[in-house]
């Protein structure tokens, strides 16, 4: 990225929301416009990248309000939401992102979990445009939106000015400018516990570039209502044969290099390989799925689909596939068993048999959000599933340095699981970020990702030539919406097709 001055940087993003002042919206009213399922589709996908890449910034450290972070967030909401993209010529900038929220709000109301991702990457995409806004603009919203705060008189503030100095970086010559409001305390709390404004009587007194953190408040509390309305009637709206199969598999989504192309340059893996490849080269849940499997002998499936597609996606062949599966399962059963109870779900899951569709190996969002494992079953994010006493132990059982196990574990107890997997990736492959060509700080949103870079990692070390892979969508790297104006729909499908494979649990 070219390297802008941190004063520029803040005129450009003020004035692109300047120019755009009705993009900031409470979304109190739903919008009233037809749409096409492609319209749908695309432009809900659009926003669940910006929703996921703000998701990405927060966990890799980024501070909210900070400029760096805001400089970043203004060139994916510019890229998602304000640049000239599909359907343009039916739907402007403001339509676009009345309609995607709303789409996104169905499609995330309907367990806590999701109310509560969705509500907080919202959230921040709030604070962001708020803290674009010039003291005038914001002043303005505020009023057409009915937070009518009694401004505080020039001689009120002249005469409490030794106690509104020094807060909230309000300073002796800045103060005569700066304008302060009487806020009921209750609505401020979040400034009071960080002693950022001066209370009296009930009343907070906050200066106006404070009341971000006011209006953000007020936005979860109306937010957060509304996603519980939704939730008590997406049944309904659910069983539209249209849309509601969209809504419910939306945040399993993974819109970016699905690993099924046949084209793509990726090394053929071998059976023979696959042994060294799960102990150098893959991620924790694979690495979990292959060692049950060497100690079981045979995986549930579940476990059979989600390693079966992984090795598929890192170059196993169907041939390869049928040799790998069968000298596991062989040390319970015969050849002839095998082939009666296993063989078809393999054939099919390459697309030979039943519908013949190209399944594709699943992401982790799909993995992370899927069905969790049962007792004897070991498919699933060891991060999501996995007791914080056995997840130490395989973390340990890998080598890693004790501290690194407890970070490591911290995280996934704090629910970050994607970037417990990232450190994962980053304690195994040092210095990684070092090197551009691997684009390596999105691996943790496939396993296949995660897999393919490590290879390269390791080719890269040795001075061969690498493979080039692309990353999620989700960190802002693909731009294409070819690859997701379908998405949903073919993972809906997808997901119906993966019980043809179940013969044999």
């Known amino acids: 990225m070219q390297h802008i001055s941190a004063l520029s940087n803040v005129k450009v993003e003020k004035r692109v929301i300047s120019e755009r002042p009705r993009l900031l919206s409470l979304y109190a009213e739903p919008p009233q416009q037809e749409l096409t399922l492609d319209e749908f589709e695309v432009v809900s996908l659009d926003r669940l990248q910006l929703l996921r890449s703000i998701d990405v910034l927060k966990t890799k450290g980024g501070t909210e309000g900070e400029h760096a972070f805001n400089h970043q967030l203004y060139e994916l909401e510019k890229k998602y939401l304000l640049s000239n993209r599909e359907f343009s010529h039916r739907m402007n900038e403001v339509e676009r992102d009345q309609v995607s929220h709303f789409i996104l709000r169905l499609a995330y109301c309907r367990t806590e979990e999701l109310r509560r991702w969705f509500l907080g990457q919202e959230c921040s995409l709030m604070k962001y445009r708020l803290d674009s806004l010039s003291d005038e603009e914001r002043a303005s919203f505020m009023l057409s939106n009915g937070m009518d705060f009694d401004p505080v008189s020039n001689e009120e503030k002249n005469s409490r000015k030794d106690k509104l100095i020094d807060l909230a970086g309000v300073t002796s010559v800045s103060i005569i400018k700066t304008t302060f409001y009487k806020v009921p305390f209750q609505q401020a709390l979040s400034l009071v516990s960080s002693r950022s404004v001066y209370l009296e009587k009930g009343f907070a007194y906050v200066p106006l570039q404070r009341l971000v953190s006011i209006i953000v408040t007020r936005f979860r509390m109306q937010l957060s209502r509304a996603l519980a309305e939704a939730a008590n009637s997406f049944d309904i709206v659910g069983s539209d044969h249209r849309i509601g199969p969209l809504l419910k598999n939306m945040n399993k989504q993974f819109i970016g290099n699905d690993f099924t192309k046949t084209n793509q340059s990726i090394d053929k893996l071998s059976p023979d390989k696959i042994e060294l490849a799960a102990e150098v080269n893959m991620p924790l849940c694979m690495k979990n799925l292959h060692s049950n499997l060497k100690r079981e002998h045979k995986l549930k499936h579940w476990g059979r689909l989600q390693y079966g597609l992984f090795l598929k996606g890192a170059g196993l062949d169907l041939e390869g596939a049928q040799q790998f599966w069968e000298s596991h399962f062989t040390k319970l059963i015969s050849h002839d068993q095998f082939v009666k109870s296993y063989a078809y779900s393999f054939r099919h899951m390459y697309g030979k048999e039943g519908a013949r569709k190209n399944y594709t190996p699943y992401s982790c969002m799909k993995i992370i959000m899927g069905t969790p494992p049962e007792t004897g ?111 949903v729909g073919e993972a809906v499908k997808e997901e119906a097709g993966t019980e043809g494979m179940k013969m044999e649990t």
């Not at 490590?454 to 690859?483: C, F, M, Q, R």
């Open 377 to 487: 079953a070991f498919h699933g994010c060891p991060y999501r599933h996995m007791p914080d006493n056995q997840l130490s132990s395989l973390l340990s059982s890998l080598k890693l340095s004790t501290p690194d196990v407890s970070e490591i574990a911290a995280l996934a107890k704090s629910s970050n699981y994607q970037i417990a997997c990232q450190r994962h990736f980053d304690v195994t492959h040092p210095g990684h970020l070092n090197n551009p060509e691997l684009k390596s700080d999105a691996v943790a949103n496939h396993p296949n990702l995660w897999f393919q870079t490590s290879v390269n990692y390791h080719k890269l070390k040795n001075g061969k030539p690498i493979n080039t892979v692309s990353p999620s969508s989700g960190t802002g790297a693909n731009d294409s919406n070819s690859a997701s104006t379908t998405a």
